[in-house]
T-cell receptor
Framework: DAKTTQPNSMESNEEEPVHLPCNHS???????IHWYRQLPSQGPEYVIH???SNVNNRMASLAIAEDRKSSTLILHRATLRDAAVYYC??????????????FGQGTILTVHP | KAGVTQTPRYLIKTRGQQVTLSCSPI?????VSWYQQTPGQGLQFLFE???????NKGNFPGRFSGRQFSNSRSEMNVSTLELGDSALYLC????????????FGPGTRLTVL
């Protein structure tokens, strides 16, 4: 599985935007970029995913570099409930990827009131 | 629509015993994946089942096994428990399409004494 690199931790203030970076220099052409987050004492939660174009949903935006070797998860206005571990995951199609998410260490996001 | 449910939520066993964990996926989801989460190793993929067949398997010993029933419910079994098997066991279900989102349950916290 192609690997991703994320900062160990980041901090933000409430109601400010947060940009969480992820490097994936060995990404293949068919790999989708997924983001999940895990709040304390809960299972991981899907946030967003994309292939080449930037994506928006009600939770966040995903900005993907033109060469696809990096991406950024954007939380437009952080709240205390966004404090979690954020995982950037590459997901291939089929074969050894069936049902498998390869989690790295993720980024611990701390949100200050 | 009800989310992924896992039973039991907490379990205490002693070394050498065996344990069975249960997972009920979201209605309509045919793929069920299992993960182990420990502080030292993070989230690791165990195996994935689709239509009662194991399609993918992580790097765990044969003591870890699973199965899926015709209604897509899945069970995971760990035999001859070891202290290192203490972990949070997470189940996730998905529609199993190329870019499928995985929906996680709350997990079963297993403690081996």
């Amino acid at each position: 599985d192609a690997k991703t690199t994320q900062p160990n931790s980041m901090e933000s203030n409430e109601e400010e935007p947060v940009h969480l970076p992820c490097n994936h220099s060995t990404i293949s052409g068919t790999d989708y970029i997924h983001w999940y987050r895990q709040l304390p004492s809960q299972g991981p939660e899907y946030v967003i995913h994309g292939l080449t174009s930037n994506v928006n949903n009600r939770m966040a935006s995903l900005a993907i570099a033109e060469d696809r070797k990096s991406s950024t998860l954007i939380l437009h206005r952080a709240t205390l409930r966004d404090a979690a571990v954020y995982y950037c995951i590459l997901r291939g199609a089929g074969g050894t990827s069936y049902g498998k998410l390869t989690f790295g260490q993720g980024t611990i996001l701390t949100v200050h009131p | 629509k009800a989310g992924v449910t896992q039973t039991p939520r907490y379990l205490i066993k002693t070394r050498g015993q065996q344990v069975t964990l249960s997972c009920s996926p979201i209605s309509g989801h045919r793929s069920v994946s299992w993960y182990q989460q420990t502080p030292g190793q993070g989230l690791q993929f165990l195996f994935e089942y689709f239509s009662e067949t194991q399609r993918n398997k992580g790097n765990f010993p044969g003591r870890f096994s699973g199965r899926q029933f015709s209604n897509s419910r899945s069970e995971m079994n760990v035999s001859t428990l070891e202290l290192g098997d203490s972990a949070l066991y997470l189940c996730a279900s998905s529609l199993a399409v190329v870019t499928d989102t995985q929906y996680f349950g709350p997990g079963t916290r297993l403690t081996v004494l």
